[in-house]
């Protein structure tokens, strides 16, 4: 039974029977009967297929806010900001697909050679439920504008989210089968993943799962591409305004409750400025307000569900055994709901489960370091590298170190963020490959050599 439960209130919004094998098997032949017609489509029919869903996207972003806010509990003003950037994405590969496919002609010994950009055919994708709805608009925009049809295994906590997206895609007027929901546990997905009609694979979760389908479709040779966790550097040099760099610093940390593989974790301070900030980031994690993820003046509510509280706890109480100094928050919030004090950790250095895991949650770690190549150093040392960010005065220093960061996605006195027009992804345990932009909507085609003499 997949469950849909509204995390502040812990009340059970609805429930689902897993599809049965038969019904698998008829979404994924649905789904690759619709490809043979779809990757036929005319580009200029698909983009204003696509530009269709971005229209309704904005008609109901009252609605679909509020459904994510009631299952998965992002505050409500995140989640109107989430749907907003669902439609951006559609519309700019409406936009730019034809650009970014158009044939390139190579100069041989042929007549004529070029390169040309098909599609695959259904892909997979098996999203995580802390942007139920961005995570799966940035992989279909661009894998159903090349020509692909798509399959979604979404997180089961999200039903309802799943759901939508569907309805949405069919309301648009894209054919049957082009985007389908299933609604399925983890147990069932190797099946998938291994069926005929499943030409590739994209994962955005945990590091386990990605080692998990990675392993299936390796033996099955088809392609992946994975987005993991992350345990995101914050930089901060001597040379910057404390308060405004402080005030970023919680806003980075506490983006979606703490929920983002791309949320700043690990905050490496200069020593010389390393009081003075853990004053001022103390300071502006107290202003933060606690309460229905419905009010418009909440800044941060429950957690997605109470086993990944529990989780994060006991990676706190962890790290304070091993040393770390807890100087806010700590613990559970006593409500019904999945509740989680923010918290600052200080004192943390590796070894401790602050520093070489993922804190999935609103905890803070501070760090450190002696100087500026030691805060470069402790950056890298993690077995994850998605995001980091360098906060400094001097640009030119900020981009030179930025460039040394061992991560997918490098920022100057900027918040790490994922925009349609910008690779993303991840290096080392934060998995491989790229959504977004040109290199996104090129994972999941042939990269095909046409040479006539």
Not at 414 to 430: A, C, M, Q, T
Request: with cysteine; aromatic share 8%.
């Amino acid at each position: 039974m997949i469950q849909s439960r509204n995390p502040y209130t812990a009340e059970l919004l609805n429930s689902y029977e897993e599809e049965k094998a038969y019904r698998i098997e008829e979404k994924i032949q649905q789904a690759h009967a619709a490809f043979i017609e779809w990757r036929r489509r005319p580009l200029d029919e698909r983009a204003a297929l696509m530009q269709r869903v971005a229209a309704l996207l904005r008609e109901r972003k009252e609605s679909l806010a509020q459904l994510m806010t009631q299952e998965m509990g992002k505050v409500r003003r995140e989640a109107l900001a989430e749907v907003e950037k669902c439609a951006w994405v559609c519309e700019y590969y409406a936009t730019y697909a034809g650009l970014f496919l158009t044939e390139e002609m190579v100069h041989t010994d042929a007549s004529r050679s070029y390169v040309r950009f098909a599609p695959l055919g259904v892909v997979l994708a098996v999203m995580p439920w802390n942007f139920p709805f961005w995570q799966v608009f940035r992989f279909a925009a661009p894998a159903l504008m090349a020509g692909n049809t798509a399959l979604l295994k979404h997180a089961s906590n999200v039903p309802q989210c799943a759901l939508a997206i569907e309805k949405l895609f069919l309301d648009a007027g894209c054919p049957a089968g082009v985007f389908q929901t299933l609604l399925i546990g983890s147990q069932a997905v190797e099946a998938v993943i291994r069926h005929d009609r499943v030409r590739a694979v994209t994962l955005t979760g945990s590091e386990a799962a990605g080692r998990k389908v990675a392993a299936i479709a390796g033996e099955s040779l088809k392609k992946t591409v994975l987005e993991l966790g992350g345990s995101d550097p914050f930089i901060v040099l001597p040379d910057v305004d404390i308060e405004s760099v402080a005030a970023k610093a919680v806003q980075a940390r506490m983006i979606n409750n703490g929920q983002s593989c791309i949320a700043a974790k690990r905050f490496i301070i200069h020593a010389d400025v390393y009081d003075d900030f853990t004053e001022a980031f103390i300071a502006h994690m107290h202003k933060l307000r606690f309460g229905n993820p419905e009010d418009e003046h909440t800044d941060y509510a429950a957690m997605a569900r109470h086993d990944l509280r529990d989780e994060l706890h006991e990676q706190v109480t962890r790290s304070i055994k091993a040393g770390a100094m807890c100087l806010l928050g700590g613990k559970p919030i006593q409500h019904a709901g999945a509740c989680y004090e923010p918290t600052v950790l200080a004192g943390v250095v590796p070894g401790m489960p602050a520093f070489d895991e993922e804190l999935f949650g609103p905890v803070a770690a501070l760090i450190k370091a002696s100087s500026t190549e030691e805060a470069l150093a402790l950056a890298n040392r993690s077995s994850y590298g998605l995001g980091g960010s360098v906060w400094t005065a001097d640009t030119l220093k900020g981009e030179r170190l930025a460039q040394q960061l061992e991560v997918g996605c490098a920022f100057v006195n900027g918040i790490v963020k994922s925009d349609p027009r910008l690779p993303f992804g991840g290096v080392k345990h934060s998995g491989y490959g790229r959504e977004l932009s040109i290199f996104g909507i090129r994972e999941f085609v042939n990269i095909q050599t046409v040479w006539i003499a």
